[in-house]
């Protein structure tokens, strides 16, 4: 599995470079929608959108199941459980203080597809709220 993953990154990269893939969305892109509070945006829907999409229908059928459980194993290893370790983290925090004001602030990939640190808050019970850009908090 390890060296499928490298050499679909390697075969991906070096699409990128030649010009013959690209990337559906620009840092310009993600930078707006961020800012805008459009998390539900179609660029931070995607679980994988962190980690290297090595499914693709050219893909022989025993290598697309390699695919699908590579995808797997970084959806879950990468991004729901950290999600997830943050949320309890931040909740704790919280709860032990319940008598402070805090500020979290977390990079764009924690709010991007399903089981965000948003996600993990308004399961435990939280209200979370966009703050926009320039806002007085």
């Known amino acids: 599995q390890v060296v499928f993953a490298l050499n679909q990154t390697l075969l ?16 310009e892109d993600l930078i707006k929608h961020y800012n805008c509070g459009d998390l539900s945006s179609i ?11 090595f ?14 459980e ?13 999600n ?19 500020f979290f602030a977390f990079g ?4 991007m597809g399903n089981n965000t640190v948003i996600d993990v808050l308004r399961r435990e019970g939280y209200e979370v709220e966009h703050t926009p850009a320039g806002q007085a908090i």
């Open 55 to 68: 499914i693709n229908a050219t893909l022989p059928a025993h290598e697309r199941i390699t695919a699908q």
């Open 84 to 102: 997830e370790r943050m949320g309890k983290r931040v909740k704790e925090l919280l709860e032990e203080h319940p008598d402070k004001s805090f």
């Open 12 to 27: 991906q990269q070096e699409s990128l470079r030649a010009g013959s893939f690209q990337i559906p969305y620009t840092t």
């Open 43 to 53: 660029i931070f829907n995607h679980d994988t959108s962190q980690v290297p999409n």
């Open 70 to 82: 590579i995808d797997s194993y970084f959806r879950q290893e990468l991004i729901y459980k950290r």
């Open 108 to 111: 764009a990939g924690h709010f």
